[in-house]
């Protein structure tokens, strides 16, 4: 099957500190990785689209300057939260994609808790 | 993609009985839809999807139907266990979409005993 990981699972962090969270496909290559955040009782809500090798899409309302995301490689996405803010303390989770026929089939993570002090 | 931030719907059952859980959808470009388990703390699981070519695909004590005509989706899950006690998102998208998936709002399925 297609296992993604991601690390950390968990981590608190102070105020204004900077966070990096790794999303890797493990067992296939990933054209294109996906990063969400999750409050509690809420759903997903996509925070931005990652390609390898370009600029991540970013989805409206959401600070790519705040969220930066790298996709250095086809099995590799980071997702940095910058000067974090406790506003910042949620659930991400990526997903990673690969075409199977017209159609993504995305494969998520486990998720990383944020605390944000 | 968009995705609906709103409180969760609950849904309880008794163990054994089986659960029926409901999801609607605005656009009617969708062709591929999903439904995933989630479970506290844990990341979305894959459940089983259809594609818009069909109506009912059945899996292993789920099955999923399919309306079109009032772009609405379910997923039945027969003889409901503990072990599925969890949050069920519906996601759908469109091969035009860039592979985004857009999620419904989940409910919170809870199995009593």
């Known amino acids: 099957g297609a296992v993604v990981s991601q690390h950390p699972s968990r981590v608190i962090c102070k105020s204004g500190t900077s966070v990096k969270i790794e999303c890797r496909s493990l067992d296939f290559q990933a054209t294109t990785m996906f990063w969400y955040r999750q409050f509690p009782k809420k759903s997903l809500m996509l925070m931005a689209t990652?390609?390898?090798?370009?600029?991540?899409?970013?989805e409206q309302g959401v600070e790519k300057d705040k969220f930066l995301i790298n996709h250095a490689s086809l099995t590799l996405s980071t997702l940095t939260v910058t000067s974090a803010h406790p506003e910042d303390s949620s659930f991400y989770i990526c997903?990673?994609?690969?075409?199977?026929?017209?159609?993504?089939?995305?494969?998520f993570g486990p998720g990383t808790r944020l605390t944000v002090l | 993609g968009e995705s609906v931030g709103l409180h969760l719907p609950t849904l309880s059952v008794q163990e054994g009985d089986n659960s029926i859980i409901n999801c609607a959808y605005s656009n009617s470009a969708s062709d591929y839809f999903i439904w995933y388990k989630q479970e506290s703390g844990k990341g979305p699981q894959f459940i089983i999807d259809i594609r818009s070519n069909m109506d009912k695909r059945q899996g292993q004590r789920v099955t999923v139907l399919l309306n079109k005509t009032v772009k609405h989706l379910s997923l039945q899950i027969a003889a409901t266990q503990p072990g599925d006690s969890a949050v069920y998102f519906c996601?759908?998208?469109?091969?035009?979409?860039?592979?985004?998936?857009?999620f419904g709002s989940g409910t919170q399925l809870t199995v009593l005993p």
């Open positions: 996601a759908f998208t469109s091969s035009g979409s860039a592979r985004q998936l857009t």
């Open positions: 990652s390609n390898e090798g370009s600029k991540a899409t970013y």
């Open positions: 997903s990673a994609s690969r075409l199977a026929g017209v159609y993504n089939e995305q494969f």
